[in-house]
């Protein structure tokens, strides 16, 4: 079995689309017969989840996605998905409803928070979360002790982090992303040049993100933002009134918005989402129409906020000023 195919689905594709056929933890990626049938390409855009029988094109234009069985009848010209899908394994998914990490990572330790040893450390994060009643211990994937960090997880240490891990250790707070392979480090010290410090650990098939939850899993509304406190501050105190209905919140300290959706669908199942952006005063709205305009095969809507009185979300007071990009 593969995920909740039998084995000869894999054959099939093969046999109707080429031998290019990806798989991963998550998805068997494999040419678009929309887009791309009988096209030679190093990396093809059509993804088929191994857990529920979806598919979804991420070819820019191709605005194909749906059931497996509108999938099989483009090649076939009839519905035959009985004879590839075992509908016990659907069933288990669907109990289980949990993430399956990609295979080829491997785990990372987070080291015991030791506020005692990093009270610095420990109240900047507090100020930072405008000291909500917020138990460090319950923050995932944050790191206060970067050197234990290091040591536990075995990282290679090379010239570049040599010559800054004494500053890291020093002056920097980690998070790990949610699939364990970049640690997104935050400079206590606004003054300083080097505000940002991005460890990669292992690579990853899509961007990496760290994200929070919000208060319905079965909501398609993301909200998303450069900066992790960003998403933090509108989880916490939900200055838009929106935590009801979304499903996470994600940070990838990062305006790739495009590469982050398009990671949240595959993850976390979740298709054609609803996506809010806290926008840092810095990105252009033209910059989210043509956000929206590319990539309406993979968002539904799009609403981008800004805070007018500061320069991004976690500046406080929040006065949301609202975009709906069409």
């Given at each position: 079995m593969i995920g909740i195919y039998q084995d000869n689905f894999i054959d099939y594709l093969k046999d109707n689309l080429g031998d290019k056929i990806k798989i991963t933890s998550k998805n068997i990626i494999c040419p678009c017969p929309w887009c791309e049938y009988g096209q030679d390409k190093d990396h093809y855009h059509l993804y088929?989840?191994?857990?529920?029988?979806?598919?979804?094109?991420?070819?820019?234009?191709?605005?194909?996605s749906g059931m497996l069985r509108k999938f099989i009848k483009k090649i076939e010209g009839h519905d035959?998905?009985?004879k590839f899908v075992d509908k016990s394994k659907i069933s288990?998914?669907?109990?289980?409803k949990v993430f399956v990490r990609d295979e080829q990572l491997r785990h990372v330790t987070i080291p015991k928070l030791k506020e005692d040893v990093f009270p610095n450390k420990a109240l900047y994060v507090k100020k930072r979360l405008k000291f909500a009643n917020i138990s460090m211990k319950r923050i995932r994937g944050l790191i206060f002790d970067v050197n234990e960090f290091i040591r536990v997880n075995k990282i290679v240490v090379n010239e570049s982090l040599f010559r800054i891990q004494d500053y890291l250790h020093t002056n920097f707070v980690g998070f790990l992303t949610s699939h364990g392979t970049t640690v997104v480090f935050r400079n206590m010290?606004?003054?300083?040049?080097?505000?940002?410090?991005?460890?990669?650990?292992?690579e990853s098939?899509?961007?990496d993100y760290y994200k929070l939850p919000g208060n319905d899993i079965r909501s398609k509304k993301i909200v998303l933002s450069e900066g992790i406190f960003d998403i933090f501050?509108?989880?916490?105190?939900?200055n838009l009134n929106l935590k009801d209905g979304v499903n996470i919140y994600a940070s990838v300290l990062s305006s790739k918005y495009r590469s982050l959706i398009q990671s949240i669908v595959y993850?976390?199942?979740?298709?054609?989402?609803d996506v809010v952006i806290l926008s840092d005063r810095g990105i252009e709205l033209s910059d989210y129409k043509k956000l929206k305009k590319y990539n309406e095969h993979i968002i539904n809507s799009l609403v981008v906020y800004y805070n007018s009185r500061g320069k991004d979300f976690n500046d406080s007071p929040v006065i949301p000023n609202k975009f709906v990009i069409r």
């Amino acid at each position: 079995m593969i995920g909740i195919y039998q084995d000869n689905f894999i054959d099939y594709l093969k046999d109707n689309l080429g031998d290019k056929i990806k798989i991963t933890s998550k998805n068997i990626i494999c040419p678009c017969p929309w887009c791309e049938y009988g096209q030679d390409k190093d990396h093809y855009h059509l993804y088929i989840s191994l857990e529920i029988p979806i598919f979804h094109c991420f070819h820019a234009g191709c605005e194909q996605s749906g059931m497996l069985r509108k999938f099989i009848k483009k090649i076939e010209g009839h519905d035959i998905t009985d004879k590839f899908v075992d509908k016990s394994k659907i069933s288990e998914m669907k109990k289980k409803k949990v993430f399956v990490r990609d295979e080829q990572l491997r785990h990372v330790t987070i080291p015991k928070l030791k506020e005692d040893v990093f009270p610095n450390k420990a109240l900047y994060v507090k100020k930072r979360l405008k000291f909500a009643n917020i138990s460090m211990k319950r923050i995932r994937g944050l790191i206060f002790d970067v050197n234990e960090f290091i040591r536990v997880n075995k990282i290679v240490v090379n010239e570049s982090l040599f010559r800054i891990q004494d500053y890291l250790h020093t002056n920097f707070v980690g998070f790990l992303t949610s699939h364990g392979t970049t640690v997104v480090f935050r400079n206590m010290d606004d003054t300083q040049t080097m505000k940002f410090y991005k460890l990669k650990i292992q690579e990853s098939t899509f961007l990496d993100y760290y994200k929070l939850p919000g208060n319905d899993i079965r909501s398609k509304k993301i909200v998303l933002s450069e900066g992790i406190f960003d998403i933090f501050s509108e989880q916490i105190y939900d200055n838009l009134n929106l935590k009801d209905g979304v499903n996470i919140y994600a940070s990838v300290l990062s305006s790739k918005y495009r590469s982050l959706i398009q990671s949240i669908v595959y993850h976390e199942q979740i298709f054609r989402p609803d996506v809010v952006i806290l926008s840092d005063r810095g990105i252009e709205l033209s910059d989210y129409k043509k956000l929206k305009k590319y990539n309406e095969h993979i968002i539904n809507s799009l609403v981008v906020y800004y805070n007018s009185r500061g320069k991004d979300f976690n500046d406080s007071p929040v006065i949301p000023n609202k975009f709906v990009i069409r």
